[in-house]
Each structure stands twice: as structure tokens, then as C-alpha cells.
């Protein structure tokens, strides 16, 4: 099945800077590719998202880019501010295929941003 | 437009008992997906509901079972609960086929002792 390596497992930065996330998958079927962010005692909730017909999406400081050939998916955070703070994760699945839509994820990043 | 609703949001069992777990999807979203989180790690796929049929299933044994409901509200139950099941238990809805994302709840958290 799907395999999910995440690096790093914590990270901090200083406010203002950019902060990178990265990640591999080992499933060449998969297409989707989600990030989520999850605050102490809260759900995850989807930040950026990217499929395979796609390198590269930005949502105003949030970016993700994909590498199908590698098989890796990076996030990037641009000008970090204080409520960035939280754990990352990033997933993958081989939707929109019905039946297939399971999310594998990456074991997180904790995400510090020092004021 | 509400999200997607939990509950318990806590819940404390003795190993070998029974928990049912609930879930309300966001409006409109008619699949419902669990996930298992246990402590600093990933969530895990359980399994997924779509019409009230099951459609995939990850790794867990048949103890974990569920149920969807017309109004695509859904169940996890926990049949003969062990110490491993402690964790964080999220429910996930989406329109079928993950289109447009996945929406989390808050989860429940479950302590078995």
C-alpha cells in the first residue's frame, strides 16, 4: 500500500520567515495530494491542496508543489506569522478514482514560529 | 453552512467494553470517512461510507465496525475494546470521490483503561 515519509518531524523558524515541509510518497497510482494543518485539541483542516495534472499552487502565503517523477510534495509558508504555529500534515490518495479515496498520511510537522 | 460534528468529545472505557462513536456530516456531503489518531501520530484510515455501504476499508480488524445513516450521519462502533485503541477518533465527510476535500471534526478522544 501507500507510504507517507514527512521531514521534518519539528521545525522552527523565526516570525517573518519562510518555512518548508516536505514530503514522499511511494504509490505512483496516487493523484491527490492534501495538506492539512491541526491545532491542539482540533480536527486537521485542509489548508492546500494539489492534484497530479498540476506542479505547483499558491493560496496568497501557503504554496504547495508536486514532483511526480520523484514522487515527493513540498509546502511552503511564506512570511510565518505566530498563528502558523501547529502541526502539519501531509496526505495522498488515489482519488478521484471511486472506492480509492482513502487519505494516507504523513507521520506531521510541528510547526513553531518564534516571535 | 455547519461542519462536520462529533460526539462525545471525550469518552473513558475499561479494556474489553463496547463505544460507539457519532458523526454528523457537513451539509451536504454524502460520504463519511474514520480515521484513528493515536498520540504524535498520523491519522489512520478505518474505513469509508458512501449511501450507507461501506466502500474501503483500511487495516483494522472486524471489531471496528460502522454504520451510515439516510441523513449521512454516521457510527463507529468498538466491539471488545483494548489498551492500543486508546486515540483520537476523526470523522471525515466529502461529496463522493473526495471532491473538493475532505472535512475533519474535532474528533472524540477515547482513553480505554
Known amino acids: 500500500g501507500e507510504n507517507v515519509e514527512q521531514h521534518p518531524s519539528t521545525l522552527s523558524v523565526q516570525e517573518g520567515d519562510s518555512a518548508v515541509i516536505k514530503c514522499t510518497y511511494s504509490d505512483s497510482a496516487s493523484n491527490y495530494f492534501p495538506w492539512y494543518k491541526q491545532e491542539l485539541g482540533k480536527g486537521p483542516q485542509l489548508i492546500i491542496d494539489i492534484r497530479s495534472n498540476v506542479g505547483e499552487k499558491k493560496d496568497q502565503r501557503i504554496a504547495v508543489t508536486l514532483n511526480k517523477t520523484a514522487k515527493h510534495f513540498s509546502l511552503h509558508i511564506t512570511e510565518t506569522q505566530p498563528e502558523d504555529s501547529a502541526v502539519y500534515f501531509c496526505a495522498a490518495s488515489k482519488g478521484p478514482n471511486f472506492g480509492n479515496e482513502k487519505l494516507t498520511f504523513g507521520t506531521g510537522t510541528r510547526l513553531t514560529i518564534i516571535p | 453552512e455547519t461542519g462536520v460534528t462529533q460526539s462525545p468529545t471525550h469518552l473513558i472505557k475499561t479494556r474489553g467494553q463496547q463505544v460507539t462513536l457519532r458523526c454528523s456530516s457537513q451539509s451536504g456531503h454524502n460520504t463519511v470517512s474514520w480515521y484513528q489518531q493515536a498520540l504524535g501520530q498520523g491519522p489512520q484510515f478505518i474505513f469509508q461510507y458512501y449511501r450507507e455501504e461501506e466502500n474501503g476499508r483500511g487495516n483494522f480488524p472486524p471489531r471496528f465496525s460502522g454504520l451510515q445513516f439516510p441523513n449521512y450521519s454516521s457510527e463507529l462502533n468498538v466491539n471488545a475494546l483494548e489498551l492500543d485503541d486508546s486515540a483520537l477518533y476523526l470523522c471525515?465527510?466529502?461529496?463522493?470521490?473526495?471532491?473538493?476535500?475532505?472535512?475533519f471534526g474535532s474528533g472524540t478522544r477515547l482513553t480505554v483503561v
Open positions: 471525515a465527510s466529502s461529496l463522493p470521490q473526495g471532491k473538493y476535500g475532505y472535512t
